[in-house]
């Protein structure tokens, strides 16, 4: 088995305003995302669902070596990462499909292996 | 214990394709120091994964009828990528921001975000 990350970039203002019917709507579509990974013999190993990106603290060293801590995402776009999964899988193209199921809520998703595998 | 998620962002992937095993061991080793500090602190990492080039990342966006597009390449078309994450319990924010900064001297940024508190569904 492989182990792949399946990110989830989204716009996170729009996810804040959304009422709360509709986040169950999208709460439900995940889970029949994962359902379906079990049913088709992938397996979730691992996730997060992220909190706003204005609550993210970025270090970076600068060009003397002094490190700084500031707060806020390090790509100010309006897509952030709004989560991920772990998944481990033989067939990327199948993991991609059932990633389809995910689309009905989620504007992007993106599916990259990881290289060292789930720790 | 709260969780926060640190993801290493590294300025040049395809350098670090092309590192020698010394260069990258220097990079675990600051990872492991990493882990080794938040212990100390009460801390712990509960998972995470080192991820790939995004040459390989397959992403999957909508057409206007609302049908799944499926191309190549990472979604956002950056020089800096996400290399890896880590997922950590900790007693607080300030922990893992100090133990984090062991980490710079293998990765070009790192940015930590807290997770959402909300039941596990």
């Known amino acids: 088995m492989t182990a792949y990350v399946v990110l989830l970039p989204g716009d996170e ?6 009422p709360q ?11 029949e995302f994962a359902r379906t990974l079990e049913e088709r013999g992938h397996r979730v190993t691992g996730g997060a669902e992220l909190g706003h990106s204005r609550e993210a603290r970025v270090l970076r060293t600068d060009a003397d ?3 700084t801590v500031t707060e806020g995402p390090y790509a100010e776009t309006v897509e952030q990462l709004t989560g991920f999964y772990l998944v481990e899988s033989d067939d990327l193209d199948d993991l991609v499909d059932v990633c389809r199921v995910l689309g009905r809520g989620e504007g992007a998703i ?3 292996a990881a290289t060292g595998g789930a720790s | 214990m709260p969780q926060y998620v640190v993801f290493a962002i590294d300025a ?3 350098a670090w394709e092309a590192a020698s095993d010394e260069v990258k061991d220097q990079t675990y080793a600051a990872d492991e120091r990493f882990g080794k500090l938040l212990e100390e602190r009460g801390a712990k990492i ?6 790939s080039h995004s040459r390989e990342a397959r992403l999957l966006t909508k057409d206007a009828a609302g049908g799944a597009v499926v191309t190549e390449g ?5 020089v800096e990528q996400v290399s890896g994450f880590f997922i950590v319990e900790a007693p607080d924010y300030d922990v893992v921001v100090e133990a984090a900064k062991l980490m710079l001297e ?6 930590i975000r807290p997770r959402p508190v909300r039941e596990e569904s």
Do not use: C, I, K
């Open chain 1, 13 to 18: 203002s729009a996810w804040e305003a959304t």
């Open chain 1, 21 to 31: 019917a509709e986040r169950e709507r999208v709460y439900a579509v995940h889970r």
């Open chain 2, 74 to 78: 990472p979604y956002a078309e950056t």
């Open chain 2, 106 to 111: 293998g990765h070009t940024r790192l940015e």
């Open chain 2, 46 to 51: 509960v998972g995470g994964a080192d991820l």
């Open chain 1, 65 to 67: 070596g002094r490190q």
């Open chain 1, 110 to 112: 993106e599916v990259r």
């Open chain 2, 12 to 14: 040049d992937e395809d």
